[in-house]
């Protein structure tokens, strides 16, 4: 044997004997932690989603039915929250909101509290999807006929109503790829919060890496964790694309 | 003539500045004014001083970092855009998973894999301790120059195989009917209309790109995020560095979305 692959060999042996322990599920192996770390990404994603979406809806029609303050506002948050950072934007968020609400507990005659690391990282990450599902949904909203409305007016129906029954239902169509492709910056995003210290997944696998040393192989599998993360949100994505097209023609709007 | 030109020019810039400043918008600036001045008063700028010449170095390398990794990124992304369109089959599967993987995971991740995951590899091996490579393998910078890189490669590799598959086929069956070579078909005609094609995502794309510069910090290179939380740990004033530093960010996606429009109004739209 060539004397140079020596050292590789001996790495190859020594990292088929350790991965399967490396990685085993149960406590002298870190699996588990992993998992832990990946159930807690998609949690966070999730909420920081959810909240998103609900904030991209009245952002969205705050900017196509408020008044000019309103719009300009709307347009301010649209704009800085979309040009700084994520992480410069967790941090200013994280620090500023635990400070502000101790300060307006502490006015109110309450003792201060620790805020939960995974509420503030939802609601960070929230606040900063909602600014990209804002575009997303007003141009989703733009881009429903606008005889539809129409007719929906015409009925007689009420602001709330006609939200409910007609926009939010006609809109999807047009706003899905946009989510879908946010849905998957916010499973990315998580991995911020471990700058915060947060045991997502990517902080966990820094954990796990730094105390076994078995650096290469931790992040490797983190990988292939967030991949699939990816790849099965992609078919359930290409579904719920599929189901939300359902009769209308094919191949055009 | 000229002060014809001149003056309907002044009127045009009048209309549009009265178009803009409507009267609610007085007052917005009045209370944006107002917060500015309040917190250029009340809050602590002493530090500022102290830290210009390490911020400037900072704001230097986040700056150097994002223009070469952009270059490099798009080059890189051409040949990976065109196997997929074009290229045999053992080049363009390749090409698509390198997208499907890098867009699937973490930047922090691949960052984090290359410099902890294979930096600590390198060392065991002494002929790459002893090759020209290792003085660079030992710092930080490389690591964070290639993984963003390839990071940039894969998003607008992405964008441009869309590109080259939206060119129009008469384009480039007529290139063919002239009797040019593949290369000189390449260059002439169907590179050029997918860069126009691309060209409107790529402002997005390197604001994209500027906002993940500051994950280099983690990796101990001293870009302008991480003057910021040096300040922050060393003085612990906690707001003002980052404010601060929100409002850099912002200055820099300002100047890199008003230099891609000033770009995209040069190159004439018409597209075949």
């Avoid at chain 1, 322990?21 to 949690?43: E, K, Q, T």
């Avoid at chain 1, 600014?131 to 602001?159: F, K, L, N």
Wanted: positive net charge; aromatic residues 12%.
């Amino acid at each position: 044997m060539h004397s140079g692959n020596e050292p590789i060999d001996a790495i190859i042996l020594q990292l088929q004997a350790n991965i399967f322990d490396l990685l085993a599920l149960s406590p002298p192996g870190w699996g588990g932690n992993l998992m832990r770390g990946l159930f807690h990404s998609i949690l966070i994603a999730v909420g920081a989603f959810g909240i998103g979406i609900l904030l991209g809806i009245g952002g969205a029609f705050g900017k196509l039915y408020g008044g000019p303050v309103l719009r300009d506002l709307l347009e301010l948050y649209t704009t800085v929250m979309r040009a700084v950072p994520e992480l410069v934007l967790i941090l200013l968020l994280y620090f500023a909101g635990t400070d502000l609400i101790n300060r307006v507990l502490e006015l109110l005659g309450y003792q201060r509290i620790d805020i939960n690391g995974l509420v503030a990282g939802i609601c960070v990450l929230g606040i900063v999807q909602g600014a990209y599902s804002t575009e997303v949904i007003r141009g989703a909203i733009q881009s429903i006929p606008q005889g539809q409305i129409e007719a929906a007016r015409a009925y007689g129906m009420s602001a709330s109503l006609m939200l409910r029954r007609i926009t939010l239902p006609a809109m999807l169509p047009f706003a899905i790829p946009g989510l879908a492709n946010l849905w998957l910056i916010a499973t990315k995003d998580t991995a911020l919060l471990a700058i915060v210290g947060f045991n997502e997944l990517t902080q966990e696998t820094r954990t796990a890496a730094s105390t076994t040393k078995a650096y290469f192989t931790f992040f490797l599998a983190a990988g292939v964790l967030y991949l699939t993360l990816t790849l099965v949100s992609n078919v359930i994505i290409a579904r719920i694309e599929r189901w939300s097209r359902r009769g209308q023609p094919v191949g055009g709007h | 003539m000229a002060g014809r030109v001149a003056a309907s020019g002044a009127i045009e810039v009048a209309a549009k500045t009265s178009l803009w400043l409507q009267p609610h918008r007085i007052g917005l600036v009045a209370v944006g004014l107002a917060l500015v001045v309040s917190a250029a008063l009340f809050m602590r700028w002493d530090w500022v001083p102290n830290y210009a010449g390490l911020a400037v170095q900072g704001l230097w390398r986040t700056i150097w970092i994002l223009a070469v990794t952009s270059v490099l990124g798009f080059l890189l992304a051409i040949p990976i855009g065109l196997v997929q369109v074009t290229g045999p089959a053992w080049l363009s599967w390749p090409a698509y998973w390198f997208c499907t993987v890098i867009r699937g995971t973490p930047l922090l991740l691949q960052l984090w894999f290359l410099y902890y995951g294979l930096g600590s590899l390198f060392p065991q091996y002494p002929w790459i301790r002893d090759s020209f490579l290792w003085p660079y393998l030992r710092q930080a910078w490389p690591y964070a120059v290639v993984s963003l890189t390839i990071s940039y490669a894969a998003y607008e590799g992405e964008v441009m195989r869309g590109a080259f598959a939206g060119v129009a086929r008469g384009q480039l069956e007529a290139a063919r009917a002239y009797g040019m070579s593949r290369w000189k078909l390449f260059r002439r005609i169907w590179l050029p209309q997918a860069t126009y094609r691309a060209l409107p995502t790529l402002a997005g794309e390197t604001v994209q790109q500027l906002k993940s510069t500051p994950l280099v910090a983690t990796i101990t290179v001293v870009d302008i995020y991480a003057v910021a939380s040096r300040v922050r740990q060393e003085t612990f004033i906690v707001y003002e560095p980052l404010l601060l530093l929100a409002v850099i960010y912002l200055c820099i996606t300002g100047i890199l979305v008003f230099a891609f429009r000033k770009l995209e109004a040069r190159i004439p739209a018409r597209l075949g």
